[in-house]
């Protein structure tokens, strides 16, 4: 083959390269690829068909629960209450069912449950001016308090039908599948349509949103009661996968996994962009840490320094990376 012919066949590769890193999710997938390669090499049943089903429970939660987050973080809000409602609407779907609904009805009702906890989250926050990190520091406890005085502080069973709790998150890899189903309508939700570019268009410019039109007030509301239904729902996965609900699951711990997930994936802390498939690829990196460290025997104290430094590494290549794209230069 000539030198020439080389050329031209390399060519079609270079530029699927080059169009590939300039993807927003670009080098956090390349980082999810070179930590599934590197855990493979130092224990060689990281893919193992067991422990994949592992790993995908250890990354779906957080990822459904991003979601939501992201979709608040590009409008300029954040949610700290996401996991105690994820603890408590696995409870009130057990009530309802003892009250006598059909489970169903009784997980619809849980959900309703949850968006009310977000509808209240957003009205403090947009009609009466507090800012969403104290409302929602604030929810995070009374659902906490609440959550506990309904269930006494003791687990219980989850009801329902083998055949609907495999769907519901029981089976293998039923929750990870949930997860991947709810990245890929929420992508479409804030890519090709009016509320994601309204959301994002909130989180650029208020003011310029405000003036053009654009309901800034059902923006935000919206999406906090997105964001709990999610996180509802999640809690409810996770009560049908494990087969009990317990009282103290969720809390900061899933919150703030979830919100990792998001800020690692590329969504800044500071509003106006973001990508919900980058909080999915977030959210597999983590869950690749955590299960790599653990089959290394390796403690939480560390898996707790490493995601710090991962936090911080993304929003310092955030930051950075917006300059550059905007021609900022230094």
Known sequence: MSA?????????????????????EASIILVAVALTFYFQAVNENFLSAANLQTLSQFMAASAIIACGEIMLLICGEID?????????APFLMHFAADAGLPLVLALLLALVGAGLVGLVNGLITVKLAVPSFVTTLGTLYLLNGL???????????????????????AAGYSEILWAVGIVAVMHFVLRQTRWGLHTIAVGGNLIGAAEAGIGVARIKIGNFILTSVLAGFTGILEAFRIGSTDPLAGGTAIMFLAVAAGVIGGTPLAGGSGT????????????????????????????????????????????????????GGR
Request: charged letters at 10%; proline letters at 2%; glycine letters at 14%.
């Open 4 to 24: 020439a012919e080389k050329s031209r066949t390399g060519r079609p590769l270079w530029s699927a390269g080059a169009a590939f890193l300039r993807w927003r």
């Open 80 to 88: 700290l209450s996401a996991g105690n409602v994820f603890a408590l």
């Open 147 to 169: 959550t506990l005085t309904l269930s006494h502080g003791s687990p219980v069973e989850t009801a329902g039908s083998e055949a609907f709790a495999n769907v519901m998150g």
């Open 276 to 327: 919900i498939i980058g909080g999915l690829v977030g959210a597999v990196v983590l869950g690749v840490l955590r299960d790599g460290f653990t089959l290394q025997g390796i403690n939480a104290f560390t898996f707790d320094i490493i995601i710090g430094a991962a936090i911080l590494l993304a929003m310092i290549a955030n930051i950075h990376l917006g300059r550059l794209n905007r021609g």
